[in-house]
């Protein structure tokens, strides 16, 4: 079970527990604005009246500021929420900061990672390591499926 949290969106506060009652995906990505980030976001934009039919609920989480989120929303057209996690704690309690290798040199990153949560706010699946390509759709069967 994952404990409850409630951080800043683009839409305003966004608490897991007002979540209860539905299916609830969170991804992690590294950075708003770039090519796979973008894909990403782009690929959930894509899939989000199939999530809404599967009464699934879409939340992006990076480190970046919640103006860096306002544009990158709506930029992208994002009918979805992202949490701004500039002090970690969300990626802490998920575990995602992992040290990656950028150019050559270790640096403190986002894994690139999904959590699917059932109804009760437990974790029904976990995707870690992703890559983007037909991703949103693995994730949006299995929220189908729960």
């Given at each position: 079970m994952i404990a409850d949290f409630t951080s800043?969106?683009?839409?305003?506060?966004?608490?897991?527990?007002?979540?209860?009652?539905?299916?609830?995906?969170i991804y992690f990505y590294p950075k708003d604005n770039t090519p796979g980030c973008t894909n990403e976001a782009a690929d959930f934009r894509d899939l989000h009246d199939e999530f809404v039919a599967a009464d699934t609920t879409v939340l992006g989480v990076s480190r970046d500021s919640l103006r860096s989120h306002h544009n990158f929303r709506a930029k992208l057209e994002l009918p979805f929420d992202l949490i701004a996690d500039v002090d970690e704690s969300l990626c802490t309690a998920f575990d995602v900061i992992k040290m990656k290798n950028m150019y050559g040199k270790q640096v403190r990153g986002i894994e690139r990672s999904t959590f699917l949560l059932d109804r009760t706010g437990a974790v029904?699946?976990?995707?870690?390591?992703?890559?983007?390509?037909?991703?949103?759709?693995?994730v949006l069967d299995a929220a189908r499926a729960l």
């Amino acid at each position: 079970m994952i404990a409850d949290f409630t951080s800043e969106g683009t839409r305003g506060p966004v608490t897991l527990s007002g979540l209860k009652g539905r299916k609830v995906v969170i991804y992690f990505y590294p950075k708003d604005n770039t090519p796979g980030c973008t894909n990403e976001a782009a690929d959930f934009r894509d899939l989000h009246d199939e999530f809404v039919a599967a009464d699934t609920t879409v939340l992006g989480v990076s480190r970046d500021s919640l103006r860096s989120h306002h544009n990158f929303r709506a930029k992208l057209e994002l009918p979805f929420d992202l949490i701004a996690d500039v002090d970690e704690s969300l990626c802490t309690a998920f575990d995602v900061i992992k040290m990656k290798n950028m150019y050559g040199k270790q640096v403190r990153g986002i894994e690139r990672s999904t959590f699917l949560l059932d109804r009760t706010g437990a974790v029904a699946q976990v995707w870690r390591g992703v890559k983007v390509a037909g991703h949103a759709q693995q994730v949006l069967d299995a929220a189908r499926a729960l």
